[in-house]
């Protein structure tokens, strides 16, 4: 007989943060608020004020900053959400007050002080993450990341669907290794996804009593409030009474004529719809299931010759598996934000997988770690070191070395020589990422995006890690990468920070706007860096903002390196035509940024994405551009005679 008392909410699977903590430009988000809260609580009127007396001044703040828009409904209950993340990661305590962690990410951050040589060739706020996700700890005393780098390393890898429905429900070291095995089965094709999850569901208790109550009641109501165990509102789960009933209906008796009644049942459902669709209708278009109802409705091994039993077993187990994906699939992208921050994990290819040096260095350590890890971490809000976290169960990096050396086809690595083997992986692995997602036509189509200013789509195609502006720097790097003929390391060119899956990530504070371009001797043209300059500002704002930062950039390339050859390039989708008058005047002037340093003329132009396009389209290389610029800037036709047009889009079309 069923035990009520055993029938409530358990948790079965982990997360972090809270679904109101999900936002695009994750790192410069986080940094950001950061560096608001420090500012707010500086503020004499805040400095004593408690978190609840502070929380709807908070959020005025933010609006003030910018950082939120709108009115929200609640303005503390925002105020709180915005916050809850960095408080789960370690950054700020109970009272929003930076922690330790919270006050070093915020110097990183105002100092634009982000490369870092540690072993895992990650940026410093990138480390610091690492750190507080090895400690993180549920209140169920669980490490999910813990546990994601365990299974990492007993899988390899683990498919989009094995992160999202099977790793998270984890939730005990005994579990762990039963997902592991699971995963190996599925690959293999002895059980499927939903029978692991239904398998896992029957070996909670609470289901057990729920189900054995389920069977030995009539339904109704109250019923389903008890047995659908929702720990928000059991009001919401009085539906499936109504559902039930049609369910039966359709199946058990054979009634036809409440098929329309049973798709309409499905569709006053949030979140678990799209489950209950694909597994009754063969179609999700109500006019069809109308106008055919038999013809659209799939079969099912449940029917008229079914017990009321079996038919319950199979309605309950599919309620909950249907509740589990639909919390699974909620959870998902917060938990790959958050381990995607550590810059360790590669999300790529529908798979996921650690980077080299993370791969090796957890291998020699995770399997103690992770059996002595469940339990709360020490340390959480204090800056610490993967090796303290570690403690006893750090790697003997004699054999990480072993190990990855024999990844390189080496017998021995120099630890100091590591990072030209990870950068050569890093360059190889940015050849690959631009082969299959920036062919010449996705580049192409990607700069009409940034001329239209297409934010969503841009987002969606290249990262939400990043504003539109660095973006546009990121795709002008490879754009030029490519017109080079792929030549020169444009990851180090590049002034921007990338994730382990090579792809732009945003600071708060923002860093250069600068490629530096090096090229060494050849027949075509001298030694000389090229700064390339990318904005993205109309034409209105385009001569204030850009002519002044270009100059100034190149007077000081020009002063380090002593170079006569090293010049600019501004890529912008509009070229305004006072921008091109100051760059050529400046060409031809003696220029100066403090009096002791002076230049005879500075190269500097302004090229529209139109002609990068064109160069990318008909496969231009660097060489003909440069010779071309080169004759342009030592032309002695003026502005007012048409050097612009003559000597540089018609001369780059033309060639192009």
Known sequence: MANLNKIRFKNYCWS????????????????????????????????????????????????????????????????????????????IDQERRLTPVGEELVRIAQNQDFKDNNFFAIDKDSLIYLNQLLKFTTQDNVRPFVIL???????????????????????????????????????NGSVDLDNIIIALIQSMDNYDNALEYFIENEPSEKLFMTINMNRKSPVYEK???????DFYDVYCNGNKNRILKLFNDVQSFKGVRKYWNKLLFKTAVRSKIKSNPMMYLNKLPVNKDSTMKSVKEFFFFHTHLYKWKQNLDDYYDLNRRYFKITDIIIF??????????????????????????FCKSKNFDSLTTVESVLGGYKPNMVYVYEDIAAKFDEEYIDPTELNNYLEQERL??????????????????LLDCFERRDDDVLSLEITENADTPTLFEYMLGICWYKISNR???????????LDANLLPKQHAGGGLADIEYIYGNTSDYPHHTLLLEATLSDSTTQRRMEMEPVSRHLMRQREKSNNDNDYAILVTPYVHPSVVSDFRARSKTEQTLDFIHYFDGLKMFAISTDLIKSLIKNSVKYSEVYQLLDEAHNSNISIKDGWYDKKIVHKLLKTS
């Not at 390393?153 to 005990?172: Q, R």
Request: charge should be positive.
């Open 16 to 91: 972090i943060g809270t679904t109101s903590f999900r936002m695009k430009n994750f790192n410069y988000n986080i940094e950001l608020q950061l560096i608001h809260l420090k500012d707010f609580y500086s503020r004499e009127a805040n400095k004593n004020r408690t978190w609840r007396e502070s929380q709807y001044d908070y959020y005025s703040f933010l609006k003030e900053k910018q950082f939120t828009k709108g009115d929200a409904k609640n303005p503390e209950k925002d105020a709180r959400e915005k916050t809850s993340g960095l408080k789960d990661l370690g950054l």
């Open 149 to 187: 780098l365990k299974v990492l390393n007993d899988l390899e890898y683990l498919t989009e669907d094995e992160f999202k429905y099977l790793l998270p429900l984890s939730i005990s070291s005994e579990r762990a290794n039963k997902i592991v095995e699971l995963i190996k089965r599925y690959r």
């Open 239 to 245: 539906k499936y009474y109504e559902f039930f009933r």
């Open 348 to 373: 790529e290819d529908s798979k996921i997988r650690l980077t080299t040096t993370a791969k090796y260095y957890f291998k020699h350590c995770i399997d103690n770690f992770f059996a002595e890890s």
């Open 428 to 445: 190889e692995n940015f050849g690959k990422l631009i082969d299959e997602k920036f062919t010449d036509n996705k580049l192409i189509y």
């Open 487 to 497: 030549k020169g390391n444009i990851l180090e060119y590049m002034n921007l920070s």
